[in-house]
Nanobody
Framework: VQLQASGGGSVQAGGSLRLSCTAS????????MGWHRQAPGKKRMFVAS???????DYALSVKGRFTVSRYSGNGTLHLQMNSLKPEDTGVYYC?????????WGQGTQVTVSS
């Protein structure tokens, strides 16, 4: 299973970015997909996710600013990030769950300057 994340970049505070994650290399139908963020020197933290039943979930720090796309089981998930803050800076990783197995993709860097 390969999860390809894209869409990162550098923006000023208040700006927007849209991240995309696409799965390939497997016929697995994931139960859910999501995003995590890892800032320099910090642990990886949950950002947002969605399930096949369209139940989005968000970290409190991004609720109201980030929107995760509907997940239809096609192995693709997007994350629309608005009103970005410097504390949103980090490497964003895509993940996917199938049963008890969790898969990770490579990260995409997001840098928000003040």
């Amino acid at each position: 299973v390969q999860l390809q994340a894209s869409g990162g970049g550098s923006v000023q505070a208040g700006g927007s970015l849209r991240l995309s994650c696409t799965a390939s290399g497997s016929n697995l139908r994931f139960d859910s997909m999501g995003w995590h963020r890892q800032a320099p020197g910090k642990k990886r933290m949950f950002v947002a996710s969605n399930t096949l039943r369209n139940r989005p979930d968000y970290a409190l720090s991004v609720k109201g600013r980030f929107t995760v796309s509907r997940y239809s089981g096609n192995g693709t998930l997007h994350l629309q990030m608005n009103s970005l803050k410097p504390e949103d800076t980090g490497v964003y990783y895509c993940s996917a769950f199938s049963g008890v197995n969790q898969y990770w993709g490579q990260g995409t860097q997001v840098t928000v300057s003040s």
